[in-house]
């Protein structure tokens, strides 16, 4: 059995000091941030665009962006949030570009990681749980594209009504009445699992 790969030197460093070296144009910098943010850029951009291949066209796009204008960040130890934000629009660009609805099939990895895998709880509580999910993947599908992309970015990247307004090039204003009318339509169509 061959051992683990020892990590790479910089998989240890922070990211305020690897975004300021990546920003003077340090490329092994930039490859540790990339290492340590795609995944999460991944599946984020897989959970907006609904392709594992688009995700992966659009993380390369944001990083590449992101090289481009690593001059602009304010402040280098938010470089995880700025790529998400970079991802977001990549996405969203990606979605208007091939005029696509995001499809939401990691829904029930993301809602119930148990549901339906051998030695989860007995087969009846498996069954509803996949009926849960199942019923939660066609109400996000029914949003307006709109409210269903700022809940996609609120409920699973966790960003900000101000990170989402950018993301999306809306107003804050708009972001919380989106969010609101995806909540109420959500919580009607979910009532029977309550």
Known sequence: MNPPPAPHQLDLVPDALLAGRAADGDTAAFEALARRHGPLMRASARRLTGSLADADDVVQESLM?????????RDPAAVKGWLLRITGSR?????????????VTEVED???????RPG???PE????????????????AALPEEQR??????????QSYEDIART?????????????????TLAREMEAWR
């Open 168 to 184: 999306l090039n809306i107003s804050t204003a708009s972001v919380r009445g989106r969010l609101a009318r995806a909540r109420i």
């Open 120 to 122: 989860s709880a007995d």
């Open 149 to 158: 992309r700022c809940w996609v970015l609120k409920e699973f990247n966790d």
């Open 125 to 140: 509580s498996a069954a509803v749980s996949g009926s849960r999910v199942e019923a939660l993947k066609a109400a996000l």
């Open 65 to 73: 962006q992101a090289w481009r204008q690593l001059d602009t960040l």
């Open 110 to 116: 993301t809602v119930d990681a148990g549901a339906g």
């Open 91 to 103: 996405s969203v660009d990606h979605l208007r570009r091939r005029r696509l609805h995001a499809d």
